[in-house]
């Protein structure tokens, strides 16, 4: 463990245990090198690692607090719907459509060529002032015959796949979680750093002759975002579970 990383762990304890509290200034970069025998720039590395675990946030010019905790959102399964994503917290959606030719990524989640037209959905959520989803929402060519619903939008970006659901067109949908830090576009929606941790969730719907109907890139602040997934019994096993009771 280098010293830059143990001056971390040994405020990330502190911060931890209360000694110094949610809300208050951490002592100066000056302040805590005398402490620690260390030059500023090795201090400047360990604030960082806190900086991007999200317990700390630099204010320009003032200096670096203890960041009071964000209330958290979970990301499930389809029974997962807004109102109901983490107790105390809801969320307001805004939602941009642009037609647009696929880059690599979106061709690959799309499985159709480079430069081929799509439609893209981009969804943007937020708590108060602070946004917590930024789902990217890819649709072969143009469908006039889908329009955005008026009133609560999922914040997940399932309304296209819901209207194709109620159509009969899905046969399946495939989700793919990973971690990493934010690219430079998704850090400043997001309001995160570089270094952060972000969930990144890669969905492909699928239809009855194996084309993706639609897929969808979402991404979550780990800081404010859990991923829960239940994997309920089938109905038939079920009942013989009953049946041996």
């Known amino acids: ?6 001056i971390a762990r040994d405020l990330r304890d502190r911060i931890v245990r209360g000694d110094i509290p949610k809300g208050s200034r951490l002592p100066t970069e000056k ?3 005398a402490e620690w025998g260390v030059s500023p720039p090795t201090i400047r590395q360990a604030v960082d690692d806190l900086q ?3 317990l700390v946030v630099k204010r320009h010019g003032i200096g670096t607090f203890v960041r009071s905790a964000y ?3 979970t990301y499930g399964d389809d029974q997962v719907r807004p109102g109901t994503l983490g107790r105390a917290v809801s969320l307001r959606t805004r939602v941009d ?3 647009e030719p696929a880059d690599g990524p979106t061709a690959s989640l799309l499985r159709v060529p480079t430069q081929t037209l799509v439609t893209r959905y981009t969804y943007v959520s937020k708590h108060g002032n602070l946004p917590y989803v930024l789902a990217s929402v890819f649709v072969p060519g ?3 015959a889908f329009a955005i619903p008026h009133g609560q939008l999922s914040p997940w970006g399932r309304d296209f796949r819901d209207w194709l659901v109620e159509r009969g067109a899905v046969v399946s949908t495939v989700e793919h979680v990973t971690a990493r830090p934010p690219d430079p576009g998704e850090a400043e929606v997001l309001d995160l750093t570089v270094r952060s941790c972000v969930l990144v969730v890669e969905r492909t719907t699928t239809d009855a002759d194996g084309r993706v109907a639609e897929a969808a890139r979402l991404v979550l602040p780990g800081d404010r975002a859990d991923a829960v997934f239940a994997d309920h019994a089938p ?4 009942e013989q579970l009953e049946g041996a009771r």
């Not at 109905?235 to 079920?238: D, F, G, P, S, Y």
């Open 235 to 238: 109905h038939a096993l079920n």
């Open 52 to 54: 991007s675990e999200g």
């Open 31 to 33: 302040e805590l090198a």
């Open 97 to 99: 459509e642009a037609e």
């Open 71 to 73: 209330p958290r959102i």
């Open 142 to 144: 143009v469908d006039s």
């Open 1 to 6: 463990m280098t010293r830059y990383q143990r």
